[in-house]
């Protein structure tokens, strides 16, 4: 080694010197804009969850002395299609009396009311992501008192 030292330019003795710090600089550099880039695809997706479950609580009424949504088709058919798998939804009351989509889609780990909860789960043997809000009704429905509604959108994760 020593005999190379001796005889390689300043050129190549640098050359040496700097090429792996380089290349570990490059490395750090390339798994941190990795790392950016994934964080903020994420944080997209999240908030297009965010915008499917906020269309369908703003279309929520009790209004007529039921419980009516008017779902927004043309927007989770959007986000199905920007998602590149299956989208599911949920709109379900406290008390089991109503619910509308896929009845079946597990729910989350008890979210606190009017707070957003993001999980993973498996629907038919599928895995799935999941955003759900719970919030209060705005006024009770028939003679019963005031209830809470869970509000969920599923996605597969393909």
């Given at each position: 080694?020593?005999?190379?030292?001796g005889?390689?330019?300043?050129?190549?003795r640098?050359a040496?010197?700097?090429l792996?710090a380089l290349?570990?600089?490059?490395a750090?550099?390339?798994?941190?804009?990795?790392?950016d880039a994934d964080?903020a695809?994420?944080?997209a997706h999240?908030?297009?969850?965010i915008?499917?479950?906020?269309?369908?609580?703003?279309?929520l009424?009790?209004t007529?002395g039921?419980?009516s949504?008017?779902?927004?088709?043309?927007?989770?058919e959007f986000?199905?299609l920007?998602?590149?798998?299956?989208?599911h939804?949920?709109v379900?009351?406290?008390d089991?009396l109503?619910?509308l989509?896929?009845a079946?889609?597990?729910?989350?780990?008890?979210?606190?009311p009017?707070?957003?909860?993001?999980?993973?789960?498996?629907?038919f043997?599928?895995?799935?992501?999941?955003?759900?809000?719970?919030?209060?009704?705005?006024?009770?429905i028939?003679?019963?008192?005031?209830?809470?509604?869970?509000?969920?959108?599923?996605?597969s994760?393909?």
């Amino acid at each position: 080694m020593a005999a190379w030292v001796g005889r390689a330019s300043l050129r190549q003795r640098l050359a040496a010197l700097l090429l792996p710090a380089l290349l570990g600089v490059t490395a750090v550099g390339l798994r941190l804009t990795h790392a950016d880039a994934d964080a903020a695809a994420d944080s997209a997706h999240d908030h297009s969850w965010i915008g499917a479950l906020r269309s369908i609580d703003a279309n929520l009424s009790t209004t007529s002395g039921g419980l009516s949504v008017k779902l927004p088709y043309a927007m989770l058919e959007f986000f199905g299609l920007t998602a590149g798998g299956q989208v599911h939804f949920r709109v379900a009351t406290s008390d089991g009396l109503v619910e509308l989509g896929s009845a079946d889609l597990p729910p989350p780990r008890e979210p606190r009311p009017e707070a957003l909860v993001f999980c993973d789960a498996r629907y038919f043997g599928e895995a799935i992501c999941v955003a759900a809000l719970r919030r209060a009704l705005d006024g009770p429905i028939g003679d019963g008192p005031a209830r809470t509604v869970l509000i969920q959108v599923g996605e597969s994760t393909r």
